[in-house]
């Protein structure tokens, strides 16, 4: 097992400075150290919020100014320690996006591990149950908050070898809704994104994507991780105030 290590900026307080907005929101963002992950991070401390990276991956950048924790998020012994880190350190968490996920990979389900399974499973819906059940009991207390899951159209559209992938994010977008019925009487909302195809660092199109993307994409084209942080951004605020499930 990975422990959880912390590592963070030095080029951003945890406190306000004089002059600085005593109301920022503190945002957690999984799997924030590169992809969507990153935009969303970016975008939320482009206006002043307070911005919590958790990711496998080191800060790849240490300037930008994120709180930033390494840790391993398959595992379920790891988020109670994370999350006492956090709240050691924030004191309290207002938005919680759960982005980190795993096993996009095409892999057929008679040749799948059973390791590879529960690995993608853990991380894609477990991970998020387990930081959303925390995270919901501290925003329930302050009798607000947001809860935003990064699903996948993988979730609606079958796909050869992406079985475990396309299950854990189908039951992330169950989760959502019912999450939602759960919680949304004591202020907080839990909504999911559906990004398409999204031309990261690591899922960027090759001739044949594009190809593929202008005949089965109505914009042609691949969407850009800034454009899903502005969706995801929007949600979290007070425009968003009558969206939930």
């Not at 396309?166 to 992330?172: D, I, Q, T, Y």
């Not at 969706?231 to 968003?240: H, K």
Request: charged letters at 20%; proline letters at 5%; glycine letters at 10%.
């Amino acid at each position: 097992m990975r422990q959880v290590e912390s590592v963070v900026s030095p080029t951003r307080s945890d406190t306000p400075e004089e002059g600085q907005q005593i109301d920022m929101r503190t945002v957690v963002v999984t799997g924030g150290a590169r992809g969507i992950g990153r935009a969303i991070a970016r975008r939320f401390l482009q206006d002043g919020d307070r911005v919590v990276t958790v990711d496998i991956l080191p800060d790849p950048d240490g300037s930008e100014g994120f709180c930033h924790y390494i840790c391993d998020l398959s595992v379920p012994e790891n988020i109670d320690p994370l999350v006492t880190q956090i709240l050691n350190r924030a004191g309290r968490v207002d938005v919680l996006v759960n982005n980190a996920a795993a096993g996009f990979e095409s892999v057929n389900l008679i040749d799948m591990t059973a390791a590879h399974w529960r690995r993608t499973l853990e991380l894609n819906l477990t991970s998020p149950a387990l930081l959303s059940r925390v995270f919901a009991k501290k925003m329930s207390a302050y009798g607000s908050g947001t809860i935003v899951n990064i699903a996948s159209c993988s979730a609606f559209t079958p796909e050869a070898g992406h079985t475990v992938y396309s299950a854990s994010k189908a039951g992330l977008i169950a989760f959502t809704r019912s999450l939602a019925r759960e919680v949304g009487r004591l202020g907080i909302r839990v909504v999911a994104v559906v990004p398409g195809w999204i031309a990261t660092e690591t899922n960027t199109p090759d001739q044949d994507g594009l190809n593929w993307l202008k005949e089965n994409v109505s914009l042609g084209r691949a969407g850009l991780p800034e454009e899903v942080a502005e969706v995801v951004y929007f949600l979290a605020g007070p425009g968003a105030s009558y969206i939930t499930g």
